[in-house]
Nanobody, 114 residues
Framework: QVYFEESGGALVQSGGSLRLTCRVT????????WAWYRQVPGGQREFVAR???????QYADSVKGRFTISIDNNRNTIYLQMNSLSPDDTAVYFC????????WGRGTPVTVSS
C-alpha cells in the first residue's frame, strides 16, 4: 500500500514562489517514476511534472521553465519548486506515481492571487 502526504500549499501573489513537499509511505521508493498533478475545482486532474528513475524530468508545457521537480530518496520525499506563479496555477496539487495509482492523498491547495 502506498500513502501520500502533500504539504506546502498556500495563498501567494502572482509572480511569487512556493515549494511543495510530498512524503511517500511505500515499500519501494527508489527506482520509481514519481510525479505531481493538479486539479482545479470541477476540472480534470492534470499532469504537472515527472521525475524518472534515471533522474530524467518531464514537465507540462504550461509549467516548463518555472517549476522544478526533485526527489530525496533518503527521505522518501518528492518536491515541487514553483516559481513565477500565475493565477492559472491555482489548483489542488497531488503527488503520485507515474502512471498514477488509484490511491491519492488529500493534496495541498495553491491559490495565486492576481
Amino acid at each position: 500500500q502506498v500513502y501520500f502526504e502533500e504539504s506546502g500549499g498556500a495563498l501567494v501573489q502572482s509572480g511569487g514562489s512556493l515549494r511543495l513537499t510530498c512524503r511517500v509511505t511505500a515499500n519501494i521508493f527508489k527506482y520509481v517514476d514519481w510525479a505531481w498533478y493538479r486539479q482545479v475545482p470541477g476540472g480534470q486532474r492534470e499532469f504537472v511534472a515527472r521525475h524518472g528513475t534515471v533522474a530524467s524530468t518531464q514537465y507540462a508545457d504550461s509549467v516548463k521553465g518555472r517549476f522544478t521537480i526533485s526527489i530525496d530518496n533518503n527521505r522518501n520525499t518528492i518536491y515541487l519548486q514553483m516559481n513565477s506563479l500565475s493565477p492559472d496555477d491555482t489548483a489542488v496539487y497531488f503527488c503520485n506515481k507515474h502512471p498514477s495509482l488509484r490511491t491519492w492523498g488529500r493534496g495541498t491547495p495553491v491559490t495565486v492571487s492576481s
